[in-house]
């Protein structure tokens, strides 16, 4: 099973950035996916999850600046950030559960400057 996290980047503050994780080695079509978010420290701290059937849920502190998204058919999950604030600075991973095993993406950092 392999994720791979991209997008991140230097933003500045009221910026936007969308970040993608591309799955492979799993039926990606059926996968409940997830975003996760780091600043060092600190634990992982849940940003957005979207399942198979494009059921969203959010940190309900960020979900009105952030959108978890889905294409199957590039099996690749998407993660829109808007309104992007210095808080926000942090390494991004994709995650997904797959036969009780948890899978993480190497990480795509995200710095949002003053």
């Known amino acids: 099973v392999q994720l791979q996290a991209s997008g991140g980047g230097l933003v500045q503050a009221g910026g936007s950035l969308k970040l993608s994780c591309r799955g492979s080695g799993i039926n990606f079509r059926i996968a409940t996916l997830g975003w996760y978010r780091q600043t060092p420290g600190n634990q992982r701290e849940l940003v957005a999850t979207?399942?198979?059937?494009?059921?969203?849920n959010y940190n309900t502190s960020l979900e009105d600046r952030f959108t978890i998204s889905r294409d199957n058919t590039r099996n690749t999950m998407y993660l829109q950030m808007i309104s992007l604030k210095p808080e926000d600075t942090a390494v991004y991973f994709c995650?997904?559960?797959?036969?009780?095993?948890?899978?993480w993406g190497q990480g795509t950092l995200v710095t949002v400057s003053s």
């Open positions: 979207i399942t198979s059937d494009h059921k969203t």
């Open positions: 995650t997904t559960n797959w036969r009780s095993r948890n899978f």
